[in-house]
């Protein structure tokens, strides 16, 4: 019998001497977290999309406590979610312009060299992988939907002409579209960035609309009617610098050749041409991004 108490003492003495421990540990080593951190968090959408620069919802709800960021930085929250998290702490909501996911390519089927037929795995990173796809121009969207599979708010869907729109209401910058694509042509831009270029060819003249005939042929129309500072040209396409010039107007795109540098306002491409005597018709987009 008493070959059975030692060991079960033992292990007794043992279980005391670690609870104490633990429960020594826990008073001076813990970290204090304020309570409120938690109930903002839950105040928030938990879609943990990274959106507003942190990795989740409970960083963010951190910053938000500790004053490093305005509730209205989460772009998923609705305007009353955001007024409650600012009632709640009696912080000030803060302005957030809106920032949206664009596309830089414009080239569908109707307008993009097509040069062999891809009969592989149905992704665009494979079919990158694989001679670049089938498609001529080898910074053009490749058509195969990684960008809306990836897109978690169904911001993203298809058009007829193998293209993906950005509905820009549903759109919370969380950048998934811009990780997914192999061929780098999705950015997370502010709505109120009108001027958006929609082709990412390094090539020039004849060789950018051979591949796709509303490629930029770098001919630097809109870099000479755009306000001084706001576009300039690099490796053959035009880019567009809010911070060096301004203010945008559209007039930088009308004299545009094939319709690569487009005027978005709202969520719509501009459809007005430009003068006749200034430039031959341009291709215009239409779909809603």
Not at 208 to 219: M, Q
Request: hydrophobic share 35%; with cysteine.
């Amino acid at each position: 019998m008493g070959s059975f108490i030692i060991p079960a003492a033992i292990m007794a003495g043992l279980g005391f001497f670690f609870a104490t421990l633990l429960a020594v540990a826990y008073r001076y080593l813990r970290v204090y977290e304020d309570p409120r951190i938690e109930q903002v968090e839950d105040m928030l959408p938990g879609s943990n999309c990274g959106a507003c620069g942190e990795p989740g919802c409970h960083g963010f709800a951190e910053k938000i406590v500790g004053g490093e960021a305005p509730p209205s930085k989460c772009t998923v929250s609705s305007p009353d979610g955001i007024d409650m998290i600012a009632d709640f702490l009696g912080v000030d909501a803060g302005e957030q312009e809106k920032r949206v996911a664009r596309l830089h390519c414009a080239g569908g089927k109707s307008e993009a060299q097509q040069i062999a037929a891809y009969e592989g795995y149905s992704n665009c990173t494979a079919a990158h992988m694989v001679s670049g796809g089938g498609k001529g121009c080898p910074w053009g969207c490749l058509g195969l939907a990684d960008c809306e599979i990836a897109c978690t708010f169904d911001a993203i869907y298809m058009n007829d002409n193998g293209l993906p729109v950005v509905d820009i209401d549903k759109c919370t910058a969380c950048g998934d579209c811009v990780d997914v694509c192999p061929r780098d042509i999705f950015e997370i831009i502010p709505l109120g960035h009108h001027l958006l270029v929609q082709c990412k060819a390094l090539l020039s003249g004849d060789e950018a609309t051979e591949l796709c005939v509303v490629a930029c042929d770098a001919c630097s129309r809109c870099a000479s009617d755009a306000a001084p500072g706001l576009v300039r040209m690099e490796n053959n396409l035009p880019i567009v610098d809010y911070s060096a010039g301004g203010p945008a107007k559209p007039e930088a795109t009308y004299r545009c050749p094939t319709g690569a540098i487009q005027w978005v306002a709202g969520g719509q491409f501009s459809t007005k041409k430009s003068p006749p005597e200034a430039q031959s018709e341009k291709r215009y987009q239409s779909i809603q991004v």
